[in-house]
């Protein structure tokens, strides 16, 4: 399908999120739903924002640093830290964000997705 079709599809939604991803299975479709999730959800994106704001401060900052230098701008860091400790995919992040602090928004992820199944 082209854009165009799949958008005259939204039925009449206000507000959606289309997801396009290249690797199935890779553990980039959940990180793409959490952003979903984050847009489209009001109260998830309470849940996660009160999760990282439990987070070590030097930490975060780290992260804002890491991600202004891959080209990311101010008004989505938050969301893309949510999606990387949601998932655990936390390649170079790894270096600041260990296992172990993902274990909360990790686990409130698979709650969150559970419930919509």
Request: aromatic letters at 8%; glycine letters at 14%; a negative charge.
């Given at each position: 399908h082209?854009?165009?079709?799949?958008l005259n599809k939204s039925d009449g939604c206000s507000k959606f999120y289309l997801i396009g991803v290249d690797e199935v299975?890779?553990?980039l479709m959940d990180h793409e739903l959490a952003h979903a999730f984050y847009y489209l959800?009001?109260?998830?994106?309470r849940a996660v924002n009160s999760l990282l704001k439990e987070?070590?401060?030097?930490k975060v900052s780290r992260m804002k640093e890491?991600?202004?230098g891959w080209?990311?701008?101010g008004g989505v860091l938050r969301d893309e830290m949510q999606a990387y400790l949601s998932t655990g995919l936390v390649g170079e992040q790894g270096k600041i964000f260990s296992k172990r602090d993902c274990i909360k928004f990790t686990k409130y992820f698979k709650e969150y997705m559970g419930n919509r199944v």
């Open positions: 082209d854009i165009q079709s799949l299975g890779s553990g959800d009001s109260s998830y994106k987070l070590d401060s030097n890491l991600l202004l080209g990311y701008r």
